[in-house]
């Protein structure tokens, strides 16, 4: 019986269709990945690899469990899918009748949403070494705007997507970038305050659409801060990242809110397995959580967020049980979830600084404080929200201007 069902398990009717919608994305020519897995001949030569790094959810990458937040672009394999992989991979990786190869996904090879209104790309190319542990850089892009322009879309385009990881886009029109010069390393934060944000990319992910209403704003002569996450691929690599705007002649009738839940009490004594850093917000006014931004460095390794209703009922916005740095994204929910005042919003992030944590970059184990370098610690969980009546904006601004007074003191 156990030898029909590892026969029965193909790559052309079974295994394809798993890799072209989970895997492709990052693995085929030109992509981050180290190889294509387009071809039977590609897969079927890595097929015990691909089993265990599925098996052991390594591989996609995808950090939030499932059941603890719905949203847009899941890469996690089904248990089903983990199955045939595997009985593929013991069965010899077998090719099975070509004629049910599904078609290879198609890649556009140019913008995804047409061509962009105004396209700002990195001043110079970048080059990144071949050796070395991974870098984070940061690129001041002026964008030649002469008048106040409301983006509705972004594109980001890596310009060598064998070597950039992901990226960050950040808004400074103070141009408080620019004292650190045109490049510079910047580890966790761009190292300046940003007026605002762009948005994300890692491979694979698709051109951000703004939610109806709520274009950003750019004004005359703003910098964008790109800041890139390097990984050495053996050669030395040149980048020249570009960025795609798409503006609207429409004001924005709406507003996306920042509501961060953040800590700054972090000490973390060596040798610690558990050590946890809080916080928690209640809503003024009725929101709309549209996406979430957890942001922590190395040890940490438990990210909870989870709001109470009103009526006492529990709703998980995100739950990551093994968090990773490098694999940092920003998630946004495949549907608004909807927070009436009088909710309360918490996070709860768990550290372990002990040798038993694979990530953590100190042996022995030293101790870890807040602060912004590679050394350091933070604890930030972002929700991104919408107001669901405009007019309570700037109820819900004072509620957060007064949240931060309250940090600050207590830091002082």
Sequence with gaps: MLAFLLLSVTFSRDIAPILYKHCAGCHHPGQVAPFSLLTYEDAARRGKLIAKVTADRYMPPWKPEPGYGRFQGERRLGADEIQKIAQWALAGAPEGDPRQLPPPPKFAAGWQLGPPDLVA??????????????????????????????????EFRPGNAQVVHHALMFLDPMHSARHNGTSYPCFGTPGFLPSGAL??????????????????????????????????????????????????????TRHLVDIPLVSRNIDIPPGATAYKASDSFELPVDIDAVGIIPHAHYICRDMKGWAILPGGRKVWLIWIRD?????????????????????????????????????????????????????????????????????????????LWGKLVRTTRKLH
């Design 121 to 154: 790309q990195m001043p110079k190319p970048f080059t990144v070494p071949a050796d070395g542990p991974d870098l984070y850089q940061c690129f001041v892009v002026p964008l030649p705007v002469a008048e106040l322009k409301y983006e509705r879309a972004v």
């Design 323 to 399: 968090w990773d740095f490098n694999w940092q994204e920003q998630y946004h929910y495949q549907s608004p979830i909807r927070l009436p005042a009088g909710t309360r919003v918490f996070m709860e992030f768990s550290y372990d600084n002990s040798d038993a944590n694979p990530h953590n970059p100190n042996h022995p184990p030293r101790r870890v404080e807040w602060g912004p370098d590679s050394t350091d610690e933070m604890a930030g969980l972002h929700i991104q929200a919408i107001p669901v009546r405009e007019s309570d904006l700037d109820e819900l601004g004072r509620a």
């Design 199 to 252: 948005g994300g990319w890692s491979p694979g992910s698709a051109a951000i659409v703004m939610p109806p209403g709520t274009a950003t704003k750019l004004y005359k002569d703003t910098d964008m801060v790109l800041q890139l996450h390097f990984h050495p691929t053996g050669k030395p690599e040149t980048v020249q990242a570009s960025v795609g705007l798409y503006f609207t002649a429409q004001a924005p």
